[in-house]
T-cell receptor, first 109, second 115 residues
Framework: LAKTTQPISMDSYEGQEVNITCSHNNIATNDYITWYQQFPSQGPRFIIQGYKTKVTNEVASLFIPADRKSSTLSLPRVSLSDTAVYYCLVGGSARQLTFGSGTQLTVLP | GAGVSQSPSNKVTEKGKDVELRCDPISGHTALYWYRQRLGQGLEFLIYFQGNSAPDKSGLPSDRFSAERTGESVSTLTIQRTQQEDSAVYLC?????????????FGPGTRLTVL
């Protein structure tokens, strides 16, 4: 079971780039890395997914080193509306669908 | 198109009562998932369906919990003889297929309070 470790919380200011790192030392060959965002009183929302190297979409970038034992979610120029809990999810089967406690990102004005 | 919907949005019940939580997935999505989220905590996986079948029920917290899905559509999570520790938000998600890369789309959740 690929357990993940993330910082409990992070603070940032508007306009800054935020990097949230997730450790997953026991990642398996078939596992993908997925990040979700959750606002209060809402269900999580998919942000980005990757297997190796770098993935970029209109919302974020995901950096995965060659050993895949960690990954970094990068949010460019955050705004107040990016304040949310961010979950790193590693796995490829339902039994590995453990979201953990996530990282509470607070963006300050 | 319509997203995942759940009902009721809030449910307050007394200890010992049974409750049914409903999930309507996105039309055409074959995989459906149930999670539980206690206040201030992450998501705890409960069960998933491929079509109408639940291959693995080991994530259900106790035998008071059961789930079913019919017509490869609506799913119901039933909690019998509710306890105070069952108080949580119950989230449902669906995905097109049960593949490694399929995105899960979550509903707004049902907030269950057991008095």
């Amino acid at each position: 079971l690929a357990k993940t470790t993330q910082p409990i919380s992070m603070d940032s200011y508007e306009g800054q780039e935020v990097n949230i790192t997730c450790s997953h030392n026991n990642i398996a060959t078939n596992d993908y890395i997925t990040w979700y965002q959750q606002f209060p009183s809402q269900g999580p929302r998919f942000i980005i997914q990757g297997y190796k190297t770098k993935v970029t979409n209109e919302v974020a970038s995901l950096f995965i080193p060659a050993d895949r034992k960690s990954s970094t979610l990068s949010l460019p120029r955050v705004s107040l509306s990016d304040t949310a809990v961010y979950y790193c999810l590693v796995g490829g089967s339902a039994r590995q669908l453990t979201f953990g406690s996530g990282t509470q990102l607070t963006v300050l004005p | 198109g319509a997203g995942v919907s759940q009902s009721p949005s809030n449910k307050v019940t007394e200890k010992g009562k049974d409750v049914e939580l409903r999930c309507d997935p996105i039309s055409g999505h074959t995989a459906l998932y149930w999670y539980r989220q206690r206040l201030g905590q992450g998501l705890e996986f409960l069960i998933y369906f491929q079509g109408n079948s639940a291959p693995d029920k080991s994530g259900l917290p106790s035998d008071r919990f059961s789930a079913e899905r019919t017509g490869e559509s609506v799913s119901t999570l039933t909690i019998q003889r509710t306890q105070q520790e069952d108080s949580a938000v119950y989230l449902c998600a669906s995905s097109l297929f049960f593949r490694l890369t399929d995105t899960q789309y979550f509903g707004p959740g049902t907030r269950l309070t057991v008095l």
